[in-house]
């Protein structure tokens, strides 16, 4: 049942608790009044109309337009504040989803898709909070009004209300058919739903391979197999709850008839007046609804429950990256950067990608890093910022292991280009800082000027110019060249660049390389390097083969001494050459 699912987010709750106070004052106020119609009409048929006295009549004709206002009141007081605790709730639990799935390790976006956290994000929790404003509302409000209809029916005629619950017993084994049932409907719906989302996703983001490709029918069909296949099961969940909705509708008829009938016999033998059989009957129309509601409460509370689960799929993962108990912040950093018997492969894989790697950078040293596709560069170069963390060895930052240094701390002493230039839909100013501290405007134009950025100056509003999702307004060159100003922004004692020039023509390059030498002189260096020209900027290579340091040296003392390191930076290199040398 969904009540149970909800238990992990009763805490979202609290901060509104006046809300749901009142929320729940209105809902029984609401109840009451509903509940006492029937004893009105009950009192005005064997009082005014049965004694034929007008006078009677009119203040009682009053006093229920009275509760028929009042009810109407407390209704809309009890959707107004049940409503506005659940919004609030919703929007607190999305914040602690995206700060959680902030707070999870880079390995774990890399084996989920992001339409199915997208879906959990916005669906979802969508699901949780329709069913905490309207399902559970229904669901407490169909358990108060059956209690307490069936208590007045008991006090008007007892046998009456025993046939009304027998006719109500098969509830249960309705309800246990559909649950077994909608279950797995709700839990394949949701996730197909995450599917689609997906497609839909790497089409937005791989539009241009799609269209150059001529791809288009391809991924159409794709799309439509899998809207299909949600269309399918949609259409199964409504003949679920169609069949549910049946069987509970024909309930309150059957003992709408039995009351009719034993009751119009208790009636003609004197044991019951017609006012009390009105009001008895006016308690079972009182529980067509909620009867009703059922079959639309079940349905939502199998969907809540599924979206628990699967947002509780994300909320346990546990960051397996994080701040060791007695982590302490790195106050000042010299810049040293040591791999000591470094070991590291990715999660659920069994491959060693680097082993028995032993590396060392000086404080104001730059050290390129060489290898062939898939030696383990770059998986080295995000060891520094805990992006992964090592799976033996350790890496030390000034001679403190990485992972004794509060992550915040270590990550503001290093900037990062990665190979991959990623800018957000945002600002180009907003992708610069990315949430750094406020920076000076010569610090700004200092890394603008580094990077050879300054077309930025030409955009339509210069840095406030938005530049669309990735960046794609941008040209690749362009792209790279800010994330590189925002690597080099706030001059941080360590810089890891990987390969921050592959998408900028030759001219550029140089004008980088050497904006770059001059930021780099008295700041420690890790380049991972995949084209010759960037090792000017290194003092000294690193020469990366089977997962560890084959050598280290100048760039002159490994083309002197080392085949392999010749064979990666000849211009004459090809794969086969590569694979004769192994």
Not at 13 to 23: H, I, Q, S, T
Not at 230 to 250: H, P
Not at 261 to 279: D, F
Not at 352 to 358: A, H, P, S, T
């Amino acid at each position: 049942m969904g009540l149970f699912a909800l238990r992990r987010y009763v805490p979202y709750l609290r901060p509104y608790v006046g809300l749901v106070v009142v929320f729940g004052l209105s809902q029984l106020g609401s109840l009451v009044t509903a509940a006492s119609i029937p004893k009105v009409i009950q009192f005005i048929i064997d009082g005014p109309i049965t004694e034929h006295n007008l006078g009677r009549l009119v203040p009682m004709a009053g006093l229920l337009v009275v509760i028929g206002a009042l009810e109407f009141v407390l209704i809309v007081m009890r959707r107004h504040y049940s409503g506005v605790a659940s919004l609030r709730m919703e929007t607190d639990l999305r914040n602690d989803f995206y700060a959680h799935l902030q707070n999870l390790q880079v390995s774990f976006h890399d084996n989920w898709q992001s339409g199915q956290l997208l879906s959990r994000a916005i669906s979802d929790i969508g699901t949780v909070r329709r069913f905490v404003s309207f399902g559970l509302i229904w669901f407490l409000q169909t358990i108060v009004t059956f209690v307490v209809v069936f208590a007045l029916m008991l006090q008007l005629d007892w046998q009456l209300a025993l046939v009304v619950v027998l006719c109500m017993v098969p509830i249960a084994f309705f309800s246990n058919v559909f649950h077994n049932k909608y279950r797995v409907i709700a839990r394949s719906l949701q996730d197909l739903t995450g599917d689609m989302t997906t497609t839909i996703e790497e089409m937005a983001t791989g539009v241009r391979i799609i269209k150059a490709f001529g791809r288009m029918p391809l991924m159409q069909k794709r799309f439509e197999d899998e809207a299909s296949q949600i269309r399918v099961t949609s259409l199964t969940g409504i003949k679920a709850r169609a069949e549910l909705w049946t069987e509970l509708n024909f309930l309150p008829n059957l003992s709408l008839v039995a009351v009719l009938l034993l009751g119009g016999v208790n009636v003609v033998a004197g044991r019951m007046t017609i006012g009390g059989l009105v009001a008895f009957m006016n308690y079972v129309f009182m529980l067509i609804w909620p009867m009703d509601a059922i079959g639309w409460v079940l349905s939502m509370s199998e969907e809540c429950q599924t979206a628990s689960q699967r947002l509780n799929e994300v909320l346990d993962s546990r960051p397996e990256i994080s701040d060791r108990h007695g982590a302490r912040a790195l106050e000042r950093c010299r810049g040293r950067l040591e791999f000591r018997g470094v070991g590291f492969r990715y999660p659920k894989s069994d491959e060693w990608v680097l082993r028995d790697l032993n590396l060392v950078v000086e404080p104001g040293e730059t050290v390129g890093l060489v290898g062939r596709t898939g030696s383990g560069k770059t998986s080295l170069a995000y060891l520094g910022p805990r992006l992964y963390d090592v799976s033996e060895g350790s890496v030390l930052l000034d001679g403190v292991d990485v992972r004794d240094i509060t992550l915040r701390s270590l990550r503001s002493h290093i900037g990062f280009a990665f190979e991959d230039p990623i800018l957000f839909s945002a600002s180009v100013h907003e992708n610069l800082v990315m949430g750094r501290p406020i920076v000076s405007d010569q610090e700004l134009k200092r890394a603008i000027d580094v990077a050879h950025a300054g077309f930025v100056w030409d955009l339509p509003w210069g840095l406030e110019t938005r530049v669309g999702e990735q960046g794609y307004t941008l040209s690749g060159g362009q792209r790279q060249r800010l994330a590189l100003a925002r690597a080099v922004l706030g001059a941080p004692p360590l810089l890891i660049l990987d390969d921050p020039l592959s998408s900028v023509d030759v001219h550029t390059e140089a004008t980088i390389e050497e904006a770059l030498a001059r930021v780099l002189e008295g700041v420690t260096g890790l380049l991972v390097v995949h084209r010759p020209s960037t090792l000017a900027l290194a003092d000294r290579v690193a020469l990366i083969e089977g997962g560890t340091v084959a050598a280290v040296g100048t760039h002159g003392e490994l083309m002197r001494s080392n085949d392999l390191y010749r064979a990666l930076l000849s211009q004459e290199y090809d794969p086969r050459a590569e694979e004769a040398l192994a």
